[in-house]
């Protein structure tokens, strides 16, 4: 299992990005995806999760309305659509897979995410 981000940057504050997570070869449709993100000093938070067909999604308060999070089965991708970001925002982001049925873990690298003027 291998899971790579990509998508992070510098951003201004108000602006956007766009983060993605790719899956290596094994059953993407049986994982709930999720995103974490850690600032510096804090522990790691979860940010949005994505069942594993779509059918549920949930955000953390700090990101409802500004964030989406979407997956794509076929591409075995998870993107992170973040918008209105604030200097709040900045950390590392972390894509999770947790497979519904062994309940196994998997963690991408992480990818940096900076929101400064």
């Known amino acids: 299992v291998q899971l790579v981000e990509s998508g992070g940057g510098l951003v201004q504050p108000g602006g956007s990005l766009r983060l993605s997570c790719a899956a290596s070869?094994?059953?993407?449709?049986?994982?709930?995806m999720s995103w974490y993100r850690q600032a510096p000093g804090k522990e790691r938070e979860l940010v949005a999760g994505?069942?594993?067909?779509?059918?549920?999604?949930e955000y953390s308060d700090s990101v409802k309305g500004r964030f989406t999070i979407s997956r794509d089965n076929a591409k075995k991708t998870v993107d992170l659509q973040m918008n209105s970001l604030s200097p709040e925002d900045t950390g590392v982001y972390y894509c999770?897979?947790?497979?519904?049925?062994?309940?196994?873990?998997?963690w991408g690298q992480g990818t940096q995410v900076t929101v400064s003027s």
């Open positions: 999770n897979a947790r497979d519904i049925l062994t309940s196994e873990n998997a």
């Open positions: 070869e094994f059953a993407f449709n049986r994982q709930f």
């Open positions: 994505i069942s594993h067909f779509g059918a549920t999604i």
